[in-house]
């Protein structure tokens, strides 16, 4: 174990998180990330990830120990809640030997999004942050989209959870524009 | 006080405010035109041009002349149409283009200069002296013609923006648009009814008509109820729809908080960008007047807007009010003034067998001629038959038909086609998914417009599959007979076509005249239509009077059409709301946090912040501590982080094959273990971008690229992938942010690097010069190292996740004291590449080839490559411009880049040009600056003495050429 003290996305060693009104944002720095990539011609059965089938485009899937994305033809995001810290994307090579897997962990800020209140102010907070159809956009979809002129993947874990997912550089871009919308959104309604 | 009884506002709360500085009073409901109507001020302002007193002529967004600066202070806005404006509390607004009080403009003695400033006078006239354009004649030109201005100052207000969809997009919320947004939302689909005005109802708020024998407001409550209980409806009032665009997106303004003295923390207003499946334009028609002679005075209004203010607002500019009309809706308006205790002085109708409507003279078979009153209308000449009586009024309504409001129909490029039977222009060809309705198609009796709205929608709908069925609409008026066709009433005085340009038929007959005759130079000619409000009340009067004096139809004479914006937008509410430091992303470097803690100066570096330098107590110039980094790297060890480097993981069975095809060298060769510089070329042949490959396995490679083209090079190798090669198995990711990488250079980087890495053999048999591996550092922390070079040290670049790279340089540096570890900015590492002569961003600058950076040979000949064949071209295999290294004669003096290269005593011009200087720095290690450059023959005239010159400013400065590579030429550090 190093002796190194690492730091979160927004700078600081502590997770940043905050409220407004019904929705509570918090920096999720104990993700593991890793990219699965078939290799040509390898079917997506193959991968052997444990009570997990890797969904279609746009589809998010998963259990509360391992989750996946799709985000692009053949290609995946492999989730690891708490596996930051491991070698996530060996165990996923492991799972998938055959496969291109690529340790993502650090190249994403990742902020969990939570409303207290429903889906109506997740997604009136959504409606000004991203361009997506949130009538096609229910639990287990995910995109990839823009925000604040910044490539994002929004995830949507549940009808009052999503996921921002943000190169981890610009993580105090995207915070910024989350907590700007959300704050004017408690003060004067959406 | 001109206020009548009824309408539409709240008179149990009286709002005040202010104009010119005077205080009035109005009520919630007015906006600032009803209320300074309602307070009896007709003059509103001064015309662009001439300085003529105007008032206010429509009662919508089509408003031409009264365009007031709106609120104070940085908050100023010029050019907000009183037409618009809710009124609040406190409100302040000011008239606009004028010196001295309003009322006695200095300026107006352009009114009596009037016959200089015809059409194409200022392109004939401002010709010459040519400079005196720019310097004299535009600024002051412009001083005098003109609308408002900026405040200056800093938008002290917030903007947003947000994305919107829905099955149906419902413009406008008239009867048509109402009638739609209904039939498409019981029917379940997501509709979004978006009006540009704050109330609902459209036309209907201004007329008197009954539906179903009930005041139309009772019906248009009805369905407000209605719509809020409907879930799939979003109702967006102060919104204004002002463009259509591809794919059936269009754009919105909401004014969120337009109508309150501030917006506190709300946003002041929000761009939506709606995806709509499909939209029904029901935007309703403008009128058009009748040009006369002096047709322009204050109180001189189109009828249906009089109508309006009287209805709505309960507003009338004058007791006394006349009417001119060629159709029946004008009549509408006596009608409706006289019930409300206005004195009809007389409808003056051309039509020979008008009859009146009502109790009110009627002047059949006759035109208004002129017009009396110098800040407002005192009386008009009726003319029949050559005979003139004056009537004296205080307003006057005019009708010469209604023009359906076609513009969103337009901005496709669809154009509107003219429709004699209705005398109007129609919606063309227009927006695929759009379907229009109401008014704006033609269709502007209530009952056609209800009916067309709902028709519309079940249409749309059943397009996406979905079953609506009409509702029961209410019985409504249906008569809607086409105007008599006159255009304008010939005189000799000025008959104004275009209020806000100030524009008169006596231009169009001189455009005419000078043959500027088809649509396009006419509105140029005259600007005609030019101004902020598109000429809603002008163009196609302008049409209809150029096609009387050449003789062809109407239709034949065609249109312009129409871009977005509908109605003016803020540049502001298209920016979003990104302003200051936030006015783009900012991208942080992992050891951001640890940079800053030890006072780093940081530079933008595109979306990047980097630390530029590391200033110490005492050193009072950035020199001072970018010298001392240089030295202590060459001296010592120093530390830079490099993350900003772009990194692109390449996996797969094709990955050596596949990076063949994108580098100009060989990659595929390349051991396991082992990096190689590469240079990538573009398809023409020229340098694209260099970096590193480092092969991890047979199937995993990790290129870098400059911090610059990051993006675009994967943007590149993706397309290369995905289009060029699919048959290859590649799969590319950025790891760029994943990595924190930390550049490790100098002499003891060897021994810095010892203490951190866990049992890993440095040693140069174990790990030479080019060398890579995966190994652990700091008690097992994952960790790539490179043995890299970019300072021409002795130098290894190390890789830890991201999150650690913060507590890596601070321990690199606790753990190297000793050995003088000191951290380095970008001015540094500039100086270091420039002394080792390695070229970077300015160097390969896309109008440079691998052979003119010296790198010729790097083009592998044995394979193909993107670019390589193109590398052979004749132009390109002549170049002899090289890189080489370039030191001043007299130490003292400075090394410029961007300077171009002359030989001494030849003539400096583009045709004796040699060169130009690239990259330049003070060099501490040489004791002068140094430069780096692309010579002609460069690499024959090492010794030779030029000049390096910047003829524009006359500075010349002799420069000894030399080898590029300042330090170390040999590479003996590098694999020392």
Partial sequence: MTDLTPICALGAEAPQQARFGALHLAENPGLGLASLALRRGQSAAEPALPDLVLPGPGGWAGTAGLAAFWTGPDMWMIEGPGQAEADFAAQVKAWAPGASVTEQTDAWAVIEIASSAGAAPLEALLARLVNIDLAGFGPGRAMRTGLEHLSVFVIRRAEDRVAVLAMRSAAETVWHALTTVARRQERGGP | ?976
């Avoid at chain 2, 005085?493 to 340009?501: E, G, L, P, S």
């Avoid at chain 2, 692109?648 to 060298?665: C, K």
């Avoid at chain 2, 060897?750 to 995966?774: I, Q, T, Y």
Wanted: hydrophobic share 45%; net charge neutral; charged share 20%.
């Fill in chain 2, 1 to 976: 006080m001109t206020r009548l009884a009824g309408g539409l506002i709240d008179r149990s709360r009286v709002l005040n405010f202010t104009f010119n500085g005077r205080s009035y009073a109005g009520h919630p409901g007015d906006t600032l035109a009803s209320a300074l109507l309602a307070n009896g001020v007709r003059l509103m302002g001064r015309s662009f041009k001439y300085h003529r007193p105007r008032g206010v002529v429509a009662a919508g967004s089509e408003e031409p002349n009264a365009l007031v600066t709106l609120r104070d202070g940085a908050r100023a806005e010029p050019n907000t149409r009183a037409t618009g404006v809710e009124l609040f509390e406190g409100l302040t607004a000011r008239s606009q283009n004028h010196v001295g009080p309003l009322g006695f403009d200095m300026l107006a003695v352009n009114d009596l200069l009037s016959p200089f400033f015809a059409a194409g006078f200022y392109y004939k006239t401002f010709m010459w002296p040519r400079a005196f354009w720019e310097k004299l004649y535009e600024p002051a030109i412009r001083r005098a013609a003109g609308l408002g201005a900026l405040s200056m100052q800093a938008d002290p207000d917030a903007y947003e923006k947000g994305f919107l969809h829905c099955d149906l997009l419902v413009i406008g919320a008239g009867p048509a648009g109402l009638a739609a947004a209904l039939t498409a939302a019981r029917a379940g689909a997501r509709v979004i009814l978006a009006d540009e005005d704050f109330r609902l109802g459209g036309r209907l708020l201004a007329e008197s008509h009954l539906l179903n024998e009930a005041p139309a407001r009772q019906w248009v409550a009805g369905l407000e109820a209605e719509f809020a209980s409907l879930p799939n409806l979003r109702v967006m009032r102060r919104t204004t729809v002002w463009g259509a665009f591809d794919h059936g997106v269009y754009g919105a303004v909401e004014r969120v908080s337009d109508h309150l003295p501030t917006p506190g923390e709300a946003p002041r207003q929000t761009l939506w960008r709606i995806t709509a499946k499909r939209a029904v334009l029901a935007a309703g028609a403008t009128e058009r007047h009748i040009p006369f002679a002096m047709n322009d005075r204050p109180g001189i209004m189109l009828a249906g807007a009089l109508r309006a203010y009287a209805n709505r607002w309960a507003a009338c500019p004058a007791k006394r009010v006349a009417i001119f009309t060629n159709n029946d809706d004008g009549h509408r308006t006596a009608l409706d003034l006289a019930a409300k205790g206005v004195e009809i002085a007389g409808v003056i109708d051309p039509r020979p067998d008008a009859k009146p409507l009502g109790p009110y003279p009627v002047y059949a078979g006759s035109v208004v001629t002129d017009t009396r009153g110098r800040l407002g209308l005192s009386a008009i000449a009726v003319t029949r038959e050559g005979q003139t009586q004056w009537l004296d009024a205080g307003a006057l309504g005019v009708s010469g038909g209604w023009n359906p409001n076609v513009h969103l129909a337009s901005h496709q490029r669809g154009r509107p086609v003219w429709d004699d039977a209705q005398q109007a222009f129609l919606p063309g060809a227009g927006i695929p998914g759009q379907i229009v309705a109401g008014a704006a198609a033609g269709k502007g009796s209530t009952h056609a417009a209800l009916h067309s709205g709902a028709e519309a929608a079940r249409a749309a709908l059943q397009d996406l599959g979905l079953t609506a069925h009409l509702p029961d609409l209410p019985r409504a008026e249906d008569g809607a007979a086409p105007p008599h066709p006159i255009w304008h009433v010939p005189g000799k005085k000025r008959a104004w076509v275009d209020f806000q340009n100030d524009v008169t038929v006596k231009d169009i007959k001189l455009a005419h005249q000078e043959n500027l005759r088809p649509v396009e130079h006419l509105k140029r000619w005259t600007t005609l239509g030019m101004a902020t409000d598109q000429g809603k009340t002008a163009n196609v009067t302008a049409i209809a009077v150029m096609a009387e004096l050449t003789g062809q139809s109407i239709a034949q004479t065609g249109t312009t059409i129409y871009r977005p914006p509908y109605t003016p937008v803020s540049l502001a509410v298209l920016g979003g709301g990104d302003t200051g430091a936030h006015f783009r992303p900012r991208r942080l470097t992992p050891s951001h946090s640890w940079a800053k803690a030890q006072g780093a100066v940081f530079v933008e570096v595109g979306p990047w912040l980097r630390a530029q330098y590391f200033p110490r107590p005492g050193e009072t110039h950035w020199r001072q501590a970018v010298d001392r980094e240089v030295l202590a790297t060459r001296a010592g060890v120093g530390l830079c982080d490099v993350t900003t480097l772009g990194k692109v993981d390449v996996q797969g069975a094709d990955a050596g094959i596949f990076l063949d095809r994108l580098y100009a060298n060989a990659m595929a060769s390349l051991k396991v273990g082992m990096v190689r510089y590469g240079l990538m070329l573009r398809e023409d042949g020229h340098a694209y971008d260099d970096g590193t490959c480092a092969r991890l396995a047979e199937d995993h490679y990790i290129v870098t690229t400059t911090t610059a083209q990051a993006g675009p090079v994967y943007r590149h190798m993706e397309f290369a992938r995905q289009c060029l090669w699919p048959e290859l198995d590649v799969q590319l990711i950025s790891t760029t942010d994943a990595w924190a990488q930390v550049s490790v250079a100098g002499p003891h980087a060897r021994k810095l690097l010892e203490r951190v890495v866990d049992g890993f053999d440095l040693s140069n048999a174990a790990f030479p010069f080019m060398g890579c591996a995966a190994l652990t550092v700091c008690g097992g922390l994952r960790a790539r190292l490179f043995r890299i070079s970019f300072s021409g040290e002795l130098a290894y670049e190390l890789a830890v996740p991201a999150r650690y790279g913060a507590a890596l340089m601070a321990r690199l540096v606790e753990v190297g004291k000793d050995l003088g570890a000191t951290p380095y900015g970008t001015e540094a590492l500039g100086v270091l590449r420039i002394e080792k002569g390695h070229a970077a961003g300015n160097e390969l600058n896309g109008q440079t080839t691998a052979q003119m950076l010296g790198m010729g040979r790097m083009v592998s000949a044995k394979k193909d490559a993107i670019g390589t064949v193109m590398t052979r071209r004749e132009g390109l295999m002549a170049e002899t411009r090289v890189l080489v290294g370039l030191q001043p004669v007299d130490a003292a003096q400075p090394v410029t880049a961007g300077a171009h290269l002359f030989t001494e005593g030849a003539a400096q011009g583009t045709a004796t040009d040699q060169g130009w200087i690239s990259s330049a720095c003070y060099s501490p290690h040489l004791g002068s600056m140094i430069g780096l450059g692309f010579l002609a023959d460069g690499a024959a005239r090492m010794g030779e003495v030029i000049l390096a010159a910047n003829p524009l400013q006359r500075q010349e400065v002799r420069l000894r050429v030399t080898s590029p590579h300042f330090i170390d030429p040999e590479g003996g550090r590098l694999r020392d």
